[in-house]
């Protein structure tokens, strides 16, 4: 900034006096207005970015990060949603996924019940959310060699299977 006397070429430094041209106020300064209340937190775009954030550590094998957020995203729809609402039991399956990974298989077994339940309820048993949950459950169950648990529940998946035949179990 090049100047010369009181005469400016480019912009003026920093704390050069500044003048609009118009008398000062004698009230002072205007004050600056307070700010808008913010929104109310959507339940739903908090539970949506701890579910991404989950399946990001969930993909680096950060199994107990994963499994934290799901439970906080949980928590949030449990608060905000009708108890058998179909998005707590996405994400009840998400964290019983999780869980099973990490060894937690038991937390796994009632997250894949609690969503088994809120599924038939609003879905219906021949709905694929409720048989690829209820698939899950019989997969943990055969890892953990409880057959006699997977049984009667590999016999309620054949028989949602379109055209099956009542001989085969």
């Known amino acids: 900034v090049l100047f ?11 704390d050069a006096p500044v ?5 000062a ?3 002072g300064p205007p004050t600056t207005p307070a700010p808008a209340p913010r929104p109310a937190r959507d339940p739903g775009r908090t539970v949506e970015t701890l579910s991404n954030l989950a399946a990001l550590h969930q993909a680096m094998g950060d199994y107990a990060r994963s499994g934290e957020l799901y439970e906080r995203g949980l928590a949030a729809q ?4 009708s108890p058998d609402d179909t998005a707590i ?5 998400k964290l ?3 869980r099973q990974a990490s060894g937690h298989d038991g937390g796994a077994q009632d997250s894949f019940k609690r969503a088994l339940e809120i599924y038939e309820r609003r879905l219906g048993p021949d709905h694929p959310d409720f048989t690829a949950t209820l698939t899950g459950l019989i997969s943990l ?3 953990l060699g409880l057959d006699k648990e997977a049984r009667p ?3 309620r998946a054949w028989a949602l299977r379109p055209g099956h035949s009542p001989q085969r179990p």
């Open 4 to 14: 010369r006397s009181r005469i400016w070429i480019g912009n003026p430094p920093l």
């Open 19 to 23: 003048s609009t041209g118009l008398p």
């Open 25 to 27: 106020d004698p009230a």
């Open 78 to 81: 449990d608060g905000s949603l």
């Open 89 to 93: 039991a996405d994400t009840l399956v």
């Open 96 to 98: 019983a996924w999780v």
């Open 141 to 143: 169950y055969q890892k």
């Open 153 to 155: 529940l590999i016999e």
